[in-house]
C-alpha cells in the first residue's frame, strides 16, 4: 500500500513538472534571440512575416527533421506580398518543416511548410492599409497610368475610383468601379461582376484589359502553412477572411515578440 502511495505521488510529480515544462512563456522585444528548436522556429516566422507582435504556441518544439505536432499564431502587423495584414490567426496540426539544418540556408524562404494534416487560418486587412499600398505603388512606379487611385470598402462591395492617364492632359479618363469580390483556388481575392462607369465609352474595352493585369487583388500563397479561404466578409473599414473552422488557441509552450 506504502509503495502504491509513493508510486502515485511520483507519477503526479513528474506529470506537474511536464505540465510546467509544457506552459512555459518565453518574451522577446525587437529580436528573437536563443537557439532551442523552438527558439528557432520563432525566430524564423518572425523574420518572414515582419509583424508588429506576434504570440505562438506549440504543444512541444518540433524534431531535427522538421515535424511540429501542434502550432498556433496570433500575429498584428503582418506583411504578406507588400500587403500589411491588420490580424492573422492560424493553426496547424501534424505540420512537416523543412530539416531545421536548413532553416539557416541563404535562400529567399529558408523555412518550408510541406504540409499539415489541418489548418485553419482568419486575417483581416484594412482599408487604410489597402490605400497606402495603392499611394506606395504609385510613388513607386511613377510611369504608371494610373493616377490618384482611391479603394472604399463597402458593405459587401468595394468602390474604386481614380484616373487613368492617356497622351493628351486633356484626355485622361475618369474612373469608377464598383465590384464584388470570389475566392479563387482557395487562395486569392478576385474582382467579380464589377461594374464599371468611365467618361468615354470609346476606352472601355481598354480598362477592362488593365482591371484584368491587377486582379487577383490578394493572395495567400506566400503564407508559411497550405491553407484556403472559405470564406470572406467586408465591412466598410475591413476585409476579414477564413478557414470555414476558426483556428485556436492551446495551453502550450507560448512564443512572445514585440516590435
Known amino acids: 500500500m506504502k509503495k502504491r502511495i509513493v508510486l502515485g505521488a511520483a507519477v503526479l510529480l513528474l506529470a506537474l513538472a511536464g505540465s510546467a515544462s509544457a506552459e512555459k512563456l518565453f518574451e522577446f ?51 504578406i506580398d507588400d500587403v500589411r495584414i491588420e490580424n492573422l490567426k492560424s493553426e496547424a496540426t501534424f505540420a512537416e518543416l523543412n530539416p531545421i539544418r536548413d532553416w539557416a540556408a541563404k535562400k529567399t524562404r529558408p523555412l518550408e511548410v510541406r504540409g499539415a494534416a489541418s489548418a485553419t487560418f482568419e486575417g483581416t486587412i484594412l482599408e487604410e492599409d489597402v490605400n ?8 513607386l512606379h511613377t510611369n504608371s497610368k494610373w493616377r490618384h487611385i482611391t479603394l472604399d470598402f463597402r458593405k459587401d462591395s468595394l468602390f474604386v475610383k481614380g484616373y487613368y492617364h492617356q497622351d493628351s492632359p486633356w484626355s485622361d479618363l475618369a474612373i469608377e468601379v464598383t465590384s464584388g469580390l470570389e475566392v479563387k483556388g482557395g487562395k486569392e481575392l478576385w474582382l467579380k461582376d464589377y461594374r464599371l462607369v468611365i467618361n468615354t465609352a470609346e476606352k472601355t474595352d481598354l480598362i477592362h484589359e488593365e482591371i484584368r493585369k491587377v ?15 472559405d470564406s470572406f466578409r467586408i465591412t466598410p473599414d475591413s476585409i476579414t477572411f477564413s478557414t470555414l473552422t476558426k483556428p485556436k488557441p492551446f495551453t502550450g509552450r507560448t512564443y512572445r515578440f514585440t516590435r
Open 29 to 79: 522585444s525587437g529580436t528573437v534571440e536563443g537557439h532551442t528548436r523552438g527558439v528557432t522556429l520563432f525566430r524564423h516566422l518572425v523574420e518572414l512575416l515582419n509583424p508588429e507582435s506576434m504570440e505562438m504556441i506549440i504543444d512541444q518544439e518540433p524534431d531535427n527533421s522538421g515535424k511540429l505536432r501542434h502550432i498556433y499564431l496570433d500575429v498584428r502587423g503582418a506583411v
Open 132 to 139: 497606402a499600398l495603392v499611394r506606395k505603388y504609385l510613388d
Open 215 to 229: 486582379q487577383p487583388l490578394f493572395s495567400l500563397r506566400g503564407f508559411t502553412f497550405p491553407v484556403s479561404i
